[in-house]
Every structure is written in structure tokens, then in C-alpha cells.
T-cell receptor, first 109, second 114 residues
Framework: DQQVKQNSPSLSVQEGRISILNCDYTNSMFDYFLWYKKYPAEGPTFLISISSIKDKNEDGRFTVFLNKSAKHLSLHIVPSQPGDSAVYFCAARGGDMRFGAGTRLTVKP | KAGVTQTPRYLIKTRGQQVTLSCSPISGHRSVSWYQQTPGQGLQFLFEYFSETQRNKGNFPGRFSGRQFSNSRSEMNVSTLELGDSALYLC?????????????FGQGTRLTVV
């Protein structure tokens, strides 16, 4: 049951430009959303989160936007850096936490 | 503060065998969740434990089981291993369960079934 969907398996951007990663969810009971970053051979690392009572949360170069009516959230990275190259997972919490399939971001120098 | 520790890091087992993976959460964290990661499938939720009780369970067969001890350490067991069980198994700990809670992951146990 894919309650959290990341429809783009990969994304490639130029260094310094904006990276936009998208995520859709189907379960209206989700009320807390998170983004994780994962490097090979490591566990996912928490990046940023947003509560359903907000529509935007910003932390340095990372901003997450939530559109509850569309059941859609996105992660913006500005400016993108080569070190941001990783797999990004979107996650949503109602009770337990469910993840999307991930988007592999490649930032080219 | 020590992070989430999973042991072993790597494991090779034969079809039909059983395996037990261990997870020690961050000190003070009482919630432990387990996930299976396979290529293209993302992180599939296995189960969540809080204060020694299973709170939620994902869509996995009964061959997958787990438990949590009074010190919050958790184990997951897979019986009658199949080739398709080869995956990275990740454990995540949280201070509590429910919304507004971040989870912190261990490095995972890479299980290979041959």
C-alpha cells in the first residue's frame, strides 16, 4: 500500500541551481511530514519536517512546502551543492511512519 | 549521546534458515521501528514497538516478527528465509510514538540470502 509516493526516481541539477523534490500522499490521517537524506551504506538522516498545521518550514538552504488540499509536499534546496547528491526520502506520520520510494538527486559541479 | 546501533552490519544466510537482527535505540528513546529497504521499493514498514508493545505492523508475512525488551532494545526475526528477503534492514528510534516525532536511524543490517 503505497500511501506515500515519490514519482520521480531521479533528478539531476546543476550546482547553484534549485532542486525541487516532490512527494504525494493518500492518507488524510497523516499530520506530520519529514524528509530524510540517505547516502549509500548509511542509514537515512533526518533533514527537515513540517506539521500539518503549517504550509512552509525553512531551515537554511532547505525549505519544505505542504499543500494539504492537494496532499502534496515538496522539498526545495537552494542553492544546490554537490554534497547534496544522495537519495531523498519523503515520510509521513499518522501513527507509524511511512516512506516513499525515494528520489536520487545528483548535483553536477 | 550514542546513536542507534544495529548488529550485525552484514549477514549471509542460506534459504530456509532463520535470522535475528538486533537494534539498540538512542538512550531514553522508547519507540523502535523496523524497515526493509530493497532497490526501487524505498523503505517498507515492518513494525513499530513502544514500551515492549507492538503498536503497528506493516504488510509482511508472519515469518517476520519482532520484540522489544524492557531496556527498549529490539530484535527482529525472520524465519524460513527466502531469496527475496535479501535487503537492508533499518531500525529507527524515537523518543515517543505518534506525530511531531522525528526518527533516527541506525546504519542498518545488510542481509544476503543465498
Amino acid at each position: 500500500d503505497q500511501q506515500v509516493k515519490q514519482n520521480s526516481p531521479s533528478l539531476s541539477v546543476q550546482e547553484g541551481r534549485i532542486s525541487i523534490l516532490n512527494c504525494d500522499y493518500t492518507n488524510s490521517m497523516f499530520d506530520y511530514f519529514l524528509w530524510y537524506k540517505k547516502y549509500p551504506a548509511e542509514g537515512p538522516t533526518f533533514l527537515i519536517s513540517i506539521s500539518s498545521i503549517k504550509d512552509k518550514n525553512e531551515d537554511g538552504r532547505f525549505t519544505v512546502f505542504l499543500n494539504k488540499s492537494a496532499k502534496h509536499l515538496s522539498l526545495h534546496i537552494v542553492p544546490s551543492q554537490p554534497g547534496d547528491s544522495a537519495v531523498y526520502f519523503c515520510a509521513a506520520r499518522g501513527g507509524d511512519m511511512r516512506f516513499g520510494a525515494g528520489t536520487r538527486l545528483t548535483v553536477k559541479p | 549521546k550514542a546513536g542507534v546501533t544495529q548488529t550485525p552490519r552484514y549477514l549471509i544466510k542460506t534459504r530456509g534458515q532463520q535470522v535475528t537482527l538486533s537494534c539498540s535505540p538512542i538512550s531514553g528513546h522508547r519507540s523502535v521501528s523496523w524497515y526493509q529497504q530493497t532497490p526501487g521499493q524505498g523503505l517498507q514498514f515492518l513494525f513499530e514497538y513502544f514500551s515492549e508493545t507492538q503498536r503497528n505492523k506493516g504488510n509482511f508475512p508472519g515469518r517476520f516478527s519482532g520484540r522489544q525488551f524492557s531496556n527498549s532494545r529490539s530484535e527482529m526475526n525472520v524465519s524460513t528465509l527466502e531469496l527475496g528477503d535479501s535487503a537492508l534492514y533499518l531500525c529507527a528510534s524515537s523518543a515517543r510514538t505518534g506525530p511531531n516525532t522525528e526518527a533516527f536511524f541506525g546504519q542498518g543490517t545488510r542481509l544476503t540470502v543465498v
